[in-house]
């Protein structure tokens, strides 16, 4: 039996562009519906459960960049791709910063965008049955902290702490690969599975995101190290000072 189609709700206020994603993204094996205002889409999210929202930040009423901060801030996981203005740096990192999982510039390939979403598709957590868990996860234990790769959740003390799945994917990526320096290349690859483009800052984004979370000096960083010109490097509390001096 073939498993249903990936539902996916598109916010953007180009009747042009919506049509246009609804016919592409349907070719492309996916539901899609589509609307032009935050109103709309909230009743959409009442009505249905969508693997990812295509979320455009220039929106009359409610722009994008409150919506996705208000979902957040309720604890609505759903990923986010943001489409944003050719020049809208300042947009995209604090849309990155609020939880969006990616974004796409305007104007972009439809391929390129198909490609962002089974990239971020890919990091979602694995549904499976509750209480079940997932034979090739376990627990990553460091300093306050335990990582659960099976069930997909970071615990301090043993509460639970909040992620996007974007910054879930990377912290995994990093914790997988103790003391092992990683470029921005490298760690784009293994926890989004797509390119690393120039002049994308999203990954520091969602580093600086994280060792805020992990950190007891954000601005002396321990555990996340930085690799000077290269990367970034995992540091267990168990280890030897020096990571962001390792070669890489």
């Known amino acids: 039996m073939d498993a249903s189609p990936v539902r996916l709700a598109v916010l953007d206020d180009d009747p042009q562009l919506r049509n246009l994603l609804r016919r592409y993204l349907s070719e492309k094996g996916f539901t899609v519906d589509a609307v032009g205002t935050a109103p709309e889409l909230e009743r959409l999210l009442h009505r249905h459960r969508y693997a990812l929202v295509i979320l455009d930040l220039m929106l009359p009423g409610e722009g994008g960049l409150s919506l996705c901060r208000r979902l957040r801030a309720r604890g609505e996981k759903i990923p986010i791709i943001m489409l944003t203005a050719k020049g809208d740096e300042m947009d995209r990192v604090i849309g990155l910063e609020i ?76 914790v997988l690969h103790p003391r092992r320096p990683l470029s921005r290349e490298r760690l784009t690859e293994l926890a989004r599975g797509r390119t690393h483009l120039p002049n994308d800052r999203s990954m520091d984004i969602q580093i600086s995101r994280l060792r805020r979370l992990l950190e007891d000096d954000p601005a002396h960083p321990q555990r996340i190290q930085t690799v000077w010109g290269y990367g970034y490097v995992f540091v267990p509390d168990d280890a030897p000072e020096g990571g962001a001096d390792a070669a890489p």
């Open 99 to 174: 939880g969006a999982d990616d974004y796409l510039a305007k104007p972009f390939s439809p391929r390129e965008l198909v490609a962002r979403i089974q990239a971020v598709l890919r990091r979602r957590p694995t549904p499976s049955v509750p209480g079940t868990p997932r034979p090739d996860g376990g627990i990553a234990a460091f300093g306050p902290f335990r990582l659960d790769t099976r069930n997909r959740r970071l615990e301090k003390h043993g509460q639970r702490l909040a992620l996007t799945t974007g910054e879930y994917a990377v912290l995994e990526t990093l």
